[in-house]
């Protein structure tokens, strides 16, 4: 059974790279959806102009999905870095996500929650970025 509630959500995302910090922040209209035990979160980001469908599953891992020009597929998971293809509009880019910081808080009866995640971008052995995600969402 499929269980759509809307929500408010709030993301903050923290990114480093090559010596450089941005900050980018979000708050958006979205849905939490309840299908077969499992619980996603999805909504719409809007930056300059686009909307990027996001969509995070937050069940024993967490998956976050983005669509759009470049497509995102990570899976965070403390015990072990987790591998991904990221897709550019140069080609396709193999990484590795090493994930450390996962903490997940979910009431699916509200529904409201927040999550924090820390997590590493690395190819080759170098390192492309470190990240820090901050969501919360509620009715």
Same mark, same amino acid.
């Given at each position: 059974m499929k269980k759509i509630t809307p929500v408010h959500v709030q993301l903050t995302t923290?990114?480093?790279q090559d010596g450089q910090q941005e900050r980018f922040s979000f708050?958006?209209?979205?849905n939490f959806v309840?299908?077969?035990g499992k619980y996603y979160l999805r909504y719409l980001e809007h930056q300059q102009g686009?909307?990027?469908?996001? =969509?995070?599953r937050l069940d024993?891992?967490?998956h976050l999905h983005r669509?759009?020009?470049?497509? @995102?597929?990570?899976?965070?998971? &403390?015990?072990?870095?987790?591998?991904t293809r990221y897709r550019t509009q140069y080609g396709i880019?193999? &990484?590795e996500v090493q994930t450390s910081r996962l903490e997940k808080e979910i009431d699916p009866t509200i529904p409201a929650g927040q &999550?924090?995640?820390?997590?590493?971008?690395? @190819?080759?052995?170098? @390192?492309?970025?470190?990240?820090? &995600?901050?969501?919360?969402? =509620?009715?």
């Open positions: 923290v990114i480093e708050n958006e209209t979205g309840e299908l077969n686009h909307s990027t469908p996001v =969509q995070f024993d891992q967490v669509s759009g020009e470049l497509t @995102t597929l990570l899976n965070f998971d &403390l015990a072990a870095p987790t591998a880019i193999s &990484l &999550l924090k995640v820390d997590y590493s971008l690395v @190819t080759a052995g170098q @390192t492309v970025g470190s990240y820090q &995600l901050r969501l919360q969402f =509620q009715p």
